[in-house]
């Protein structure tokens, strides 16, 4: 059974930084390309950051220079890191593990921007 769990979301002041952790189990994680999304209220989910089986990263243009994601092959595991955290980042957060005819989804995390 193939299992996405995200961690380390929650209630960040403006100019904050959080790390979100998905691990994965029931994958052959090495194999995946890992993407993080997010999803605000009465939007649609969108690509955030990227990082390919071969450790080639992509972001979207909003968390270019804030944002880092990085992969742990040994712990399964996926991580984000957000500096700089913008009330428009407000949203859920959720893993994606990609490959030809295969993708799975976490359940997600919240992160509030807020002061």
């Known amino acids: 059974q193939v299992q996405l769990v995200e961690s380390g979301g929650g209630l960040v002041q403006p100019g904050g930084s959080l790390r979100l952790s998905c691990a994965a189990s029931?994958?052959?994680?090495?194999?995946?390309?890992m993407t993080w999304y997010h999803q605000a209220p009465g939007k649609e989910r969108e690509m955030v950051a990227t990082i390919t089986s071969g450790g080639s990263t992509y972001y979207a243009n909003s968390v270019k220079g804030r944002f880092t994601i990085s992969r742990d092959n040994a712990k399964n595991t996926v991580y984000l890191q957000m500096n700089s955290l913008k009330p428009e980042d407000t949203a859920v957060y959720y893993c994606?593990?990609?490959?030809?005819?295969?993708?799975?989804w976490g359940q997600g995390t919240q992160v509030t921007v807020s002061s």
């Open positions: 029931g994958i052959i994680f090495s194999s995946y390309t």
């Open positions: 994606n593990a990609l490959k030809p005819r295969e993708s799975y």
